[in-house]
């Protein structure tokens, strides 16, 4: 494997599972020092250890924890070079705009959006006194297409996302600092899992506009995100990254 994170420090948000697991196992792989944030503490560790890194528990809605985890990544390696802010969720009870509720709503608001809001607010300070880094937000296909099998709250928080990461990447480009949103299709992860376990004809329905004929697996988004965290997308910035087997390329999906 090439070693393009040799010597450079990455913090992961939800890094414990799906997405933001397999990006630690791939950064690492190329020779990056990996932190995990996590609310889970025993998930957090075992990725952590897994990857010869650091675990830092931290809720990414509560902007002191968010501080907390940059601060002590710089705190303990000296710089936080790449910043993967993944956390996210995508419950049940986020469907059509007609039958979810508020709660629900700015739940999801909070973990999806400021969140990702928080972690930026948190590393940018650090990135620009070192004079480089690179964010990477992980958006969703869905914040450049619309669903008519909705998750309302999860659409609008990606949707957000993806702009906010715009407007970051565009105000910090001369600071050499990068920001792109990474904008997933559908994932083979626990979180896909458990939303279609429980309603196996929406699954169905999704899988049929999937040009590739498939989920993507975790992995493959990871190689996405280390693509955009490294020297070799230094002309990247203010993007939506999507990847996303053609789903938002097709019209109709081959037989």
Not at 124 to 129: Q, S
Request: charged content about 20%; overall charge negative.
């Amino acid at each position: 494997m090439v070693q393009r994170f040799e010597g450079r420090v990455a913090v992961i948000t939800g890094g414990s599972s799906g997405i933001g697991l397999a990006t630690a196992r791939r950064l690492a792989s190329e020779g990056a020092k990996v932190v995990i944030g996590d609310i889970s503490a025993e998930a957090g560790k075992a990725a952590a250890d897994e990857v010869g890194g650091l675990f830092v528990q931290a809720d990414v809605t509560d902007a002191e924890q968010v501080e907390a985890l940059f601060q002590t990544t710089v705190d303990t390696f000296g710089s936080v070079d790449v910043a993967f802010n993944n956390a996210g969720i995508s419950p049940p009870e986020d469907d059509s705009i007609l039958t979810t509720g508020i709660d629900a709503w700015e739940k999801v608001q909070k973990v999806n959006l400021t969140s990702v809001y928080l972690c930026c607010k948190a590393v940018l300070p650090h990135m620009r006194r070192q004079g480089k880094g690179s964010i990477v937000n992980t958006a969703s296909f869905v914040a450049v297409m619309g669903a008519a099998t909705s998750q309302i709250s999860y659409t609008a928080s990606k949707g957000g996302v993806l702009a906010m990461s715009r407007e970051l990447g565009v105000q910090f480009a001369r600071e050499n600092i990068r920001v792109n949103a990474l904008c997933p299709g559908p994932v083979n992860t626990p979180l896909l899992k458990e939303l279609f376990a429980k309603d196996p004809e929406r699954a169905a329905r999704r899988l049929v506009h999937v040009p590739v004929g498939r989920f993507a697996e975790p992995e493959e988004i990871a190689a996405a995100v280390a693509f955009l965290a490294s020297d070799d997308a230094s002309f990247i910035t203010a993007s939506q990254f999507l990847v996303d087997g053609g789903i938002s390329g097709a019209y109709v999906t081959p037989l």
